[in-house]
T-cell receptor
Framework: NAGVTQTPKFQVLKTGQSMTLQCAQD?????MSWYRQDPGMGLRLIHY???????DQGEVPNGYNVSRSTTEDFPLRLLSAAPSQTSVYFC???????????FGPGTRLTVL | KNEVEQSPQNLTAQEGEFITINCSYSVGISALHWLQQHPGGGIVSLFM?????KKHGRLIATINIQEKHSSLHITASHPRDSAVYICAVRGSNYQLIWGAGTKLIIKP
């Protein structure tokens, strides 16, 4: 099993550009989530999904969209990148929402 | 005041020392998680506990629900234990509330 994979590992964007961060898992997990990690702060939940076709907002959803068309994939879209979105983004999955989460390797995003 | 507080923020110790990292929280929880973030950035779950104590190798996690406090202990610490250790609590809405992490450096 590859576990949770994320692409790209690094990305530099200009303000106003859009992009999609990819996340996939091969463990048949129902629950998937996106976090951002900023220096000196705990992880913050952006969006999550409890199963295919179901998504919901987390703590900091503004400026991000998600969809969950399959159990395996949970892409995160930045609609119009802003410097405040410079961060490290982690995707995670778990069997259910109360279970141990498995994390992807992260995407380091810089918005100029 | 943050709902999850970790202490210390930074800890430097010599190889072989017994390490304790603390986590205090102010909300009702269904479970508490300890995770390790390697210097390369990857995050790995170490423990999920709702009562008592769990042990895995040289790592021990304890929780006191009444005092709203958990500790992560590392026995016979080694430089490869150098990492950021993160505490997170699961509230009543299933969402995780994250601590800011404790950065541990073990010197040989």
């Amino acid at each position: 099993n590859a576990g949770v994979t994320q692409t790209p590992k690094f990305q530099v964007l200009k303000t106003g550009q859009s992009m999609t961060l990819q996340c996939a898992q091969d463990m048949n997990h129902e629950y998937m989530s996106w976090y951002r990690q900023d220096p000196g702060m705990g992880l913050r939940l952006i969006h999550y999904s409890v199963g295919a076709g179901i998504t919901d907002q987390g703590e900091v959803p503004n400026g991000y969209n998600v969809s969950r068309s399959t159990t395996e994939d949970f892409p995160l879209r930045l609609l119009s990148a802003a410097p405040s979105q410079t961060s490290v983004y982690f995707c995670a999955s778990s069997i259910g929402r109360a279970d141990t989460q498995y994390f992807g390797p992260g995407t380091r995003l810089t918005v100029l | 005041k943050n709902e999850v507080e970790q202490s210390p923020q930074n800890l430097t110790a010599q190889e072989g020392e017994f390490i304790t990292i603390n986590c205090s929280y102010s909300v009702g929880i269904s479970a508490l998680h300890w995770l390790q973030q390697h210097p390369g950035g990857g995050i790995v779950s170490l423990f999920m506990l709702s009562s008592g104590k769990k042990k895995h190798g040289r790592l021990i996690a304890t929780i006191n629900i009444q005092e709203k406090h958990s500790s992560l202990h590392i026995t016979a610490s080694h430089p490869r234990d150098s990492a950021v250790y993160i505490c997170a609590v699961r509230g009543s809405n299933y969402q995780l509330i994250w601590g800011a992490g404790t950065k541990l450096i073990i010197k040989p």
